[in-house]
């Protein structure tokens, strides 16, 4: 029958059709263990791959540490912020030197009977401060050079440009009967008025009196810097520096409060008040040298070289100095003066300095100076000293030589030689006919004047220094106050008393007995 035969014997009802197989019933079916094996063999990749799958994700968490998530005690971390403490500069630690024993004499020493004078002499039978040495040595110390004696541990040195301030007796620094009692009263007032954060309070400086026994004098307070700057200029010249000497905490103190007072980025030592912050900045420079110089702090070096640049930008281009930075091109002989004096204490001290200042101070000074006279002006060629209007100007101006004073201290400073530039002994002969002299009203007193006089003329030595010594040691040591608050202290009662006050005073009159030492001849010894 062909399949297409089928559907003909198909009948029409299939209510009673009976449909038979001859398959085995499901539940009749046989399985052997060989089906079965064969079954499982079918399906064992996959479960090997289950069973390495799962081995390896239980590798893993074997690995993972999980004692770090356990429940630990939180950790709370305070933090809290401290104000960085002000910078102190201390100086490095002294080296010790060994003290050498002297050998005694073997030959015993044979005792003559010796004149007793009032003051001290020398081989040459002459006053000590007019002696004039070997003109070929360059100072009456054998200890010259500034990097020898820091190797000896003496500093500065005994002799050299900073003269006598370390060294040797004391006796031999003075001048003669009374300046050395005198420098020490004027020194010690100083320290007694020195505030606690280590300024000079130029108006309010008799705080430090008892009630009943009060200072004059009070000063103008714009000149704090200045006052404070010229102090420590007095307790350095006699040797007390930052590492040496009685005072030497008072001197670390200024020189702390003076750096606190420079503004970092221009240089300048307080703030731009009047006319006078020029002079304040320049004095206030040359303390920093000098401290610098004896010390060499690290700390002390850039604000010693902010302040000497500071002073060159404020430097008229070819020219010198006067009140405004930047220089609008005015210039005066007195704020050239401590200009040089603070460019030449940083060129010793080994600081970077412009050399071309020299050369434009020198014109200066050249400028100033009437010729046919001797005499250097304040503004121009042979002028008189300053005075200001109803303020000073009922002190005479032709009985001081200030700025011929100034003129030639400077051209000592700059190299110049009376030998070879004869108008140095043309201002040394105003000076010596003006010479200083106390006067109870103040109208012929200009320690200002005698500062930069003593100073000059001790420079020049021989008569001339001879003839202003004499005077100048009996003005100052007669006028010296000599009772209660005001022992050891002069009055201020000179043409710029009223802007220094008792401070400025005091502290140029121990610089005036200071001039022995302070500074040995800058030409060698005269």
């Not at 015993?108 to 070997?134: M, R, W, Y």
């Not at 040797?239 to 970092?264: C, F, M, N, P």
Request: glycine share 10%; with cysteine; hydrophobic share 35%.
């Amino acid at each position: 029958m062909s399949p297409l035969d089928i559907g003909k014997h198909i009948p029409e009802d299939t209510s009673n059709v009976h449909i038979e197989t001859t398959l085995p019933k499901a539940w009749e079916e046989e399985v052997t263990f060989n089906d079965m094996l064969y079954d499982w063999m079918e399906r064992s990749p996959w479960f090997i791959l289950s069973i390495a799958v799962h081995g390896i994700l239980l590798g893993v968490m074997l690995l993972i540490p999980w004692h770090l998530f356990g429940n630990e005690e939180e950790t709370i971390i305070e933090a809290a912020i401290e104000q960085v403490p002000e910078e102190v500069f201390e100086d490095p630690p002294e080296e010790e030197i060994e003290e050498i024993e002297e050998e005694e004499p073997i030959e015993e020493p044979i005792l003559k009977d010796a004149e007793v004078s009032d003051h001290n002499e020398t081989d040459d039978d002459q006053p000590f401060e007019s002696s004039e040495g070997d003109p070929d040595f360059l100072s009456d110390s054998p200890f010259d050079e500034k990097n020898f004696n820091s190797v000896i541990g003496i500093g500065g040195g005994a002799g050299g440009k900073f003269g006598g301030r370390f060294g040797g007796n004391r006796n031999l620094r003075a001048g003669g009967r009374g300046t050395e009692q005198a420098l020490k009263d004027g020194l010690e007032w100083l320290a007694n008025h020195q505030d606690k954060d280590g300024k000079w309070d130029t108006d309010e400086f008799n705080k430090h009196d008892p009630a009943s026994d009060k200072c004059d004098g009070a000063g103008e307070m714009e000149h704090d810097v200045g006052v404070t700057g010229l102090s420590l200029l007095a307790f350095l010249g006699d040797g007390h520096t930052t590492r040496h000497g009685l005072y030497k905490e008072k001197v670390s103190a200024g020189i702390q409060w003076l750096r606190q007072q420079q503004d970092y980025d221009t240089g300048l030592f307080g703030e731009k008040m009047g006319h006078s912050y020029m002079y304040s900045h320049s004095i206030a420079t040359l303390a920093m040298c000098e401290t610098y110089y004896f010390s060499k702090n690290p700390i002390l070096k850039g604000t010693t070289q902010r302040a000497i640049n500071f002073i060159s930008r404020a430097r008229n281009p070819y020219g010198a100095w006067r009140y405004e930075s930047p220089p609008n091109g005015d210039q005066d002989t007195s704020v050239t003066g401590w200009m040089v004096f603070a460019t030449k204490a940083a060129e010793d001290s080994g600081l970077k300095v412009e050399s071309a200042s020299y050369d434009g101070a020198l014109n200066w000074i050249d400028e100033a100076t009437d010729t046919s006279t001797g005499r250097v002006g304040y503004t121009d060629t042979g002028g008189a000293s300053s005075r200001i209007t109803n303020v000073n100007e009922h002190f005479p101006r032709d009985t001081t030589e200030c700025m011929t004073a100034v003129g030639l201290l400077s051209r000592f400073f700059l190299g110049q030689d009376p030998a070879d530039h004869p108008i140095m002994g043309k201002h040394a002969d105003l000076l010596l006919k003006a010479l200083p002299e106390w006067d109870p009203d103040g109208l012929s007193n200009d320690m200002y004047y005698w500062y930069y006089g003593s100073y000059a003329m001790f420079q020049m030595g021989k008569r001339h220094w001879e003839g202003w010594n004499k005077a100048m040691k009996k003005a100052v040591l007669e006028s010296q106050r000599k009772d209660g608050s005001s022992k050891g202290s002069w009055d201020p009662i000179g043409p710029w008393g009223h802007s220094g006050g008792r401070v400025y005073s005091t502290a140029l009159g121990v610089l005036c007995l200071e001039v022995y030492f302070r500074y040995s001849s800058l030409l060698g010894a005269r």
